[in-house]
């Protein structure tokens, strides 16, 4: 029945349309605060009208179009708009400033910006007389007498309806090459001024496919998404919307990160997409909550948690348990697991996939130990992104899996992980010289990630090059394997290893305060406030506990000496971290330049 050839995303939105009709294809909140259905063919009919109106507007094939917004069903509206006139969709971050929506929007040389929310739009009027090429903003939310060349998204609809350009619109989509440029993704810039990271509509349809190949079986079960990463980013761009898309999935809008945990119980996802840092809230949580309980829970707790960790070689490895473990294991699932899935809204979820960042070995264990199926991959931006994952039918905690179909993985100087295949991007915007940087001669692109490959072809990364932490005597250390190491507390929340030419390693850490307050209570420390908590002797020789039982397995050199405990969690908000809740190294070291002098009062 498919009618177009799948050359781009927006020609399978298409096809999938043909086959789907009135099924689900999206679901959003609406101000009565109850989740509703938008149809695939209703999806369809505000991706043309929106398409008619781009024409009308004379965008052309190639021309960019910003398009700055969180996460809701209209940007799925104007992605598949703008790519099936041919134009190039650029996302930017929906948290980002003025200033460098401005950069985004000047650099890629966008003629239009679509805007979410009227914080965007008045972003984007701010910097406006620094972009005389932007014709026209487009704002999602309706809004009453907007400015100058500002048009509301139903209003912009309603005309190309009007206008509709029907013909030029099936001419532009039936034209589209596989090598043409789909979108310019930024990344998120953690030293520098971002780069433009130019991928192809082959690059997403390789990589929508490799994906589809790591379990053909799962992609064919009725699934529903819940949408919460940015799709701003390549992350959630390819895995939970161009996945699901192809998949004829369907996919729920979150609201915003911090009503995640209600939205999963509305919503209860049967597949999601994650950065390691939700996995890592919702474990400490429910290991603060438990701490909390009565001694007979918590025995409970704890034994069903002891089959939990039994139950690692079976998860993983897809292999049905027998006997009196299986009996023991199925009484833990009836009065503690399924109990707290249920809870949290996962209890029909049958797989998470983690990226975007290194997922502890400890976070992956306790989900999968419950029958959560938690699959870490990796890639970057520069990859669409992603370059490897852990099989369901074969789960390996601490490695983010085997490379995907047709990609080809090697280790280059310095433990440098190499990669080529179809998912590799064009290259950077209007930046040859980086472009050519980050090639090898071979044609490879360099990671700038650290790694090492295991007999099953199964890839660790083991750290980032320019993280890398060279200490006055010489010697090289990874810090993302040791904070990993550290997270693994049920005291340590955020973590940073300081280093860098210096004499030995020391941690700036933000305690995970639920735990540590329950166990202040419960040893009966008394503090007026966090900043008094921190600072009592009792609390920092637990800390000192803590990171040496956790670090007992590292060399001498890689111990830390000294650490200093902080009173509030780092987020994006107080730019500590990037959009997609990466540290920053850079802004702690100097945010925190006091603190960290003070560990070293030698220097």
């Known amino acids: 029945m498919a009618g177009y050839q799948e050359n781009s995303m927006a020609a399978i939105f298409q096809n999938r349309v043909q086959e789907l009709g009135s099924k689900p294809c999206v679901a959003f909140k609406n101000a009565q605060g109850t989740y509703v259905d938008i149809s695939w063919n209703e999806m369809n009919e505000m991706v043309r009208n929106l ?10 094939s190639g021309d960019k179009v910003a398009l700055f917004s969180p996460n809701r069903y209209e940007w799925w509206v104007a992605d598949l708009a703008i790519l099936s006139v041919g134009a190039v969709n650029v996302p930017i971050y929906s948290t980002n400033s003025a200033e460098e929506a401005r950069y985004v929007i000047d650099n890629s040389d966008s003629v239009m910006c679509f805007a979410g929310e ?23 939310d309706e809004m009453e007498g907007a400015a100058a060349n500002v048009v509301n998204l139903k209003n912009a609809m309603e005309e190309g309806k009007k206008a509709g350009n029907k013909e030029e619109f099936e001419k532009r989509l039936t034209s589209i090459k596989p090598s043409d440029m789909a979108t310019i993704i930024y990344t998120s810039g953690t030293t520098g001024d971002p780069k433009g990271v130019m991928l192809s509509h082959n690059n997403f349809i390789s990589n929508v496919n490799q994906l589809y190949s790591v379990d053909p079986e ?51 996802p049967t597949m999601i997409v994650s950065v390691p840092r939700l996995y890592e809230k919702i474990h400490a949580g429910i290991v603060a909550k438990v701490s909390d309980a009565p001694p007979l829970k918590r025995l409970i707790f704890n034994w069903a948690m002891s089959l939990a960790r039994k139950n690692l070689p079976y998860i993983c490895n897809d292999t049905p348990k027998s006997g009196f473990f299986a009996f023991q294991y199925n009484l833990a699932d009836k009065i503690i697991f399924s109990k707290l899935k249920a809870g949290l809204g996962m209890d029909r979820l ?29 890639g970057l931006s520069e990859t669409t992104p992603v370059t490897h994952g852990n099989r369901p039918d074969h789960i390996k905690p601490g490695t983010v899996g085997a490379p995907l179909k047709d990609t080809i993985v090697k280790i280059g100087e310095g433990g440098e992980v190499l990669i080529k295949g179809p998912q590799v991007m064009m290259g950077y915007y209007k930046n040859e010289e980086a472009t050519k940087e980050v090639f090898t001669e071979d044609g490879f692109f360099r990671t700038g990630d650290i790694g090492e490959i295991d007999s099953e072809g199964y890839l660790k990364i083991t750290g980032r090059i320019k993280d890398l932490i060279v200490t006055s005597g010489g010697k090289n250390i990874s810090p993302q394997n040791i904070e990993n190491s550290l997270k693994a507390s049920n005291y340590i929340e955020q973590v940073a290893i300081i280093g860098d030419n210096r004499k030995y390693l020391s941690a700036l850490i933000v305690p995970a305060f639920a735990e540590l307050e329950n166990w202040a209570k419960n040893t009966g420390i008394a ?23 956790h670090m007992k397995n590292y060399a001498r050199v890689e111990q830390i000496r000294k650490f200093k405990l902080l009173n509030a969690e780092w987020s994006q908000e107080t730019d500590e971290l990037t959009p997609t809740l990466k540290i920053k190294r850079r802004v702690i070291n ?12 030698e220097d």
């Open 218 to 268: 799962l992609f064919k079960e009725e699934h529903t998404l819940l949408s919460f990463l940015p799709l701003s980013h390549s992350f959630e761009r390819t895995v939970g919307y161009y996945s699901a898309l192809n998949a004829g999935k369907t996919v729920a809008f979150a609201e915003d990160f911090s009503k995640i945990l209600q939205n999963f119980q509305e919503v209860r």
């Open 118 to 140: 009227k914080e965007h739009m008045d972003k984007v009027i701010e910097v406006r007389q620094k972009l005389p090429q932007v014709s026209e903003i487009i704002i999602f």
């Open 350 to 378: 049958r797989f998470a996939l983690s990226g975007g960042g290194p997922l502890s070995k400890s976070d992956a264990e306790f989900f999968l130990g419950m029958g959560i199926k938690v699959c870490e991959g990796y």
């Open 527 to 549: 503090f007026a406030s966090r900043e008094e908590l921190i600072k009592n002797a009792e609390v920092i020789k637990l800390f000192e506990e803590e990171i040496a039982e």
């Open 51 to 60: 398409g008619y109106y781009l024409i009308s507007k004379g965008i052309k």
């Open 590 to 601: 100097s945010k925190y330049a006091s603190e960290i002098a003070g560990m070293y009062p």
